[in-house]
């Protein structure tokens, strides 16, 4: 099992449109979850750090379920500009090196 | 707004050569690592790097590999014999600290192409 797991998508949707992205990992003692963004061929760019309680940052809607091991990403109100690839990225347990998952694509149309 | 700079954005080179791929880290940043992508794939970790020596490296760090920090600024990743394979996004990243939860700051990459 790969330890850290998204659906690439890609999720095409309107402005306006709620979506949300889950991604899973394996590794159960994980103590350290983000978001980060990816336009095509830049460098990923830290959007949110995932905390225990939820955290929100605008639009954006970050969850984390340790039962289920996976985080969530929610984009409300999705702007052309939210087209973009979004990494999970994991601190699995034991290391301190930040694992990236594939990333989901999104694409906002008008 | 302090940044990672990585250079040169483009290296093409041949099969066999050595190429030296070089990042200035943000200057207060005590971390840094090399991580790579090839096209349409994911970000794939190669090393960490703090306090002048690797502190993890991936299966894919292998002796063709290296990493130097030369002076006070520069960070480097060194491809001693360059591969097909090699081709891909080289992404530097540096931390201010490393412990569990610390974000990473990314340069804008060296697009290695190998021919």
């Known amino acids: 099992r790969k330890e850290v797991e998204q659906d690439p998508g890609p999720f095409n949707v309107p402005e306006g449109a709620t979506v949300a992205f889950n991604c899973t990992y394996s590794n159960s003692a994980s103590q350290s979850f983000f978001w980060y963004r990816q336009d095509c061929r830049k460098e990923p760019k830290l959007l949110m750090s995932?905390?225990?309680s939820g955290n929100e940052d605008g639009r954006f809607t970050a969850q984390l379920n340790r039962a289920s091991q996976y985080i969530s990403l929610l984009i409300r109100d999705s702007k052309l500009s939210d087209s973009a690839t979004y990494l999970c990225v994991v601190n699995p347990g034991g290391s301190y090196i930040p694992t990236f998952g594939r990333g989901t694509s999104l694409i906002v149309h008008p | 707004e302090p940044e990672v700079t990585q250079t040169p954005s483009h290296q093409v080179t041949q099969m066999g050569q050595e190429v030296i791929l070089r990042c200035v880290p943000i200057s207060n940043h005590l971390y840094f690592y090399w991580y790579r992508q090839i096209l349409g794939q994911k970000v794939e970790f190669l090393v960490s790097f703090y306090n002048n020596e690797i502190s993890e490296k991936s299966e894919i760090f292998d002796d063709q590999f290296s990493v130097e920090r030369p002076d006070g600024s520069n960070f480097t990743l060194k491809i001693r014999s360059t591969k097909l394979e090699d081709s891909a996004m080289y992404f530097c990243?540096?931390?201010?600290?490393?412990?569990?939860?610390?974000?990473?700051?990314f340069g804008s990459g060296t697009q290695l192409s190998v021919l």
């Open positions: 995932v905390y225990s």
């Open positions: 990243a540096s931390s201010a600290g490393g412990a569990v939860g610390e974000k990473l700051f």
